[in-house]
């Protein structure tokens, strides 16, 4: 029996609760973006969307976030804040 997909299922609704337990929310600072897409690159669930046109990223998605921090690391401009 492949136990694969429920074991994904249960992460996943293990992991809408990380933000909640850690009592972390991103914060964007969209007027410090300089739109190098390194959090577009680096975020595992996809809560960043490149805007080619402005050259600011956009931050979607707010629940779908686990507060892992790889785009805090990442931006070289300061722009994002987990707290
Ligand atoms: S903290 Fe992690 S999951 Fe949340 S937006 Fe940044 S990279 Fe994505
Ligand atoms: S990594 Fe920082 S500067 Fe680059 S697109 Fe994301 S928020 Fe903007």
Known sequence: MNTQPALWE????????VPKLRNL??????????????CYNVCPVGCWTPDHSTRV??????ERCIACGACVLQCPEDAIELK
């Open 10 to 17: 249960s992460l996943k609704k293990e992991l809408k609760n």
């Open 25 to 38: 929310e991103i914060h964007f600072h969209p007027e410090k973006c300089k739109g190098v897409w390194q």
């Open 57 to 62: 990223v956009v931050f979607h998605d707010k």
